[in-house]
């Protein structure tokens, strides 16, 4: 059974530091690209941030603050969220797609950020 359990979210003050991660399992984690997304009230699910065996990458919202790492030793991944910004509240999503064909893809259920004063 595929699973992806994100955790790490909670209240914090603007300027301060969250890390997400998000535990896989039920399917092969290092043959998949990780990816972060993430929903504001009212808004459209974001892409944040992604790694794979060629890199990763940053939507220019986050460039310089959060930080995307894996481990495929122990099937997470991580977001570490620095200089927090009300702008930055969500649910974060965690999501996995397969690097070659089929593509299966598989989403986590979400983890609450609120950033807030």
């Known amino acids: 059974q595929v699973q992806l359990v994100e955790s790490g979210g909670g209240l914090v003050q603007p300027g301060e530091s969250l890390r997400l991660s998000c535990a896989a399992s039920?399917?092969?984690?290092?043959?998949?690209?990780m990816r972060w997304y993430r929903q504001a009230p009212g808004k459209e699910r974001e892409w944040v941030a992604g790694?794979?065996?060629?890199?990763?990458s940053y939507a220019d919202s986050v460039k310089g603050r959060f930080t995307i790492s894996r481990d495929n030793a122990k099937n997470t991944m991580y977001l570490q969220m620095n200089s927090l910004e009300p702008e930055d509240t969500a649910v974060y999503y965690c999501?996995?797609?397969?690097?070659?064909?089929?593509?299966?893809?598989?989403w986590g259920q979400g983890t609450q950020v609120t950033v807030s004063s």
């Open positions: 999501y996995a797609v397969q690097n070659r064909p089929p593509r299966y893809d598989y």
């Open positions: 039920g399917f092969t984690f290092g043959n998949y690209a």
């Open positions: 790694i794979s065996s060629a890199g990763s």
